[in-house]
T-cell receptor, first 115, second 114 residues
Framework: EAQVTQNPRYLITVTGKKLTVTCSQN?????MSWYRQDPGLGLRQIYY???????DKGDVPEGYKVSRKEKRNFPLILESPSPNQTSLYFC??????????????FGPGTRLTVT | AQSVTQPDIHITVSEGASLELRCNYS??????LFWYVQSPGQGLQLLLK??????LVQGIKGFEAEFKRSQSSFNLRKPSVHWSDAAEYFC????????????FGDGTTLTVKP
């Protein structure tokens, strides 16, 4: 089944403890992206990747890192999480030789709480 | 910079009534426009998209949207709402010249009354 998977689905952590949220897609998509969703703010793009080893900042990249060493994986790294990073995170991918002009396929989301 | 505005935060309609969700965009060139739906506790699913051509596009679940360049709008419609349509709806614009950037509206929550 074609899908985007994220792990973990739920995570409660403490301020400053490094964490990684994994994202993997099995559709051989070029483009991948991370979003955070907060009430009343819609989805805001954190980082995106047009291809392996190519990443760029979205609208809210502060406090996050990403890497794209393989086409299928696009982990989101929080080196020193803070409470304002408590949010619902979505990974997405698209066929995207032209970037996100193609429709994006979303993962199920990761709910992160930082205390 | 590109932007998307969904003026209605929350809309309530009766089951069987018609629905229109508004979306206005700001973009320098021909936009690539999308509507996504998010059911409670779920990820986002594409309803429909507009790239070019016919300005009235059909999507899944009986939804349609009309692109109006003169009004910078891409409103979503459905002639008869079902209780299962209760969800949050997001309008989005995909980049062209800013290839890679994707901008979503703040979303409209739809409640369906029996």
């Amino acid at each position: 089944e074609a899908q985007v998977t994220q792990n973990p689905r739920y995570l409660i952590t403490v301020t400053g403890k490094k964490l990684t949220v994994t994202c993997s897609q099995n559709m051989n998509h070029e483009y991948m992206s991370w979003y955070r969703q907060d009430p009343g703010l819609g989805l805001r793009q954190i980082y995106y990747s047009m291809n392996v080893e190519v990443t760029d900042k979205g609208d809210v990249p502060e406090g996050y890192k990403v890497s794209r060493k393989e086409k299928r994986n696009f982990p989101l790294i929080l080196e020193s999480p803070s409470p304002n990073q408590t949010s619902l995170y979505f990974c997405a991918s698209s066929l995207g030789l032209a970037g996100p002009v193609d429709e994006q396929y979303f993962g199920p989301g990761t709910r992160l709480t930082v205390t | 910079a590109q932007s998307v505005t969904q003026p209605d935060i929350h809309i309530t309609v009766s089951e069987g009534a018609s629905l229109e969700l508004r979306c206005n965009y700001s973009y320098g060139a021909t936009p690539y426009l999308f509507w996504y739906v998010q059911s409670p506790g779920q990820g986002l699913q594409l309803l429909l998209k507009y790239f070019s051509g016919d300005t009235l596009v059909q999507g899944i679940k009986g939804f349609e949207a009309e692109f109006k360049r003169s009004q910078s709008s891409f409103n979503l419609r459905k002639p008869s709402v079902h209780w299962s349509d209760a969800a949050e709806y997001f309008c989005a614009v995909g980049a062209g010249t800013n290839a890679g950037k994707s901008t979503f509206g703040d979303g409209t929550t739809l409640t369906v009354k029996p």
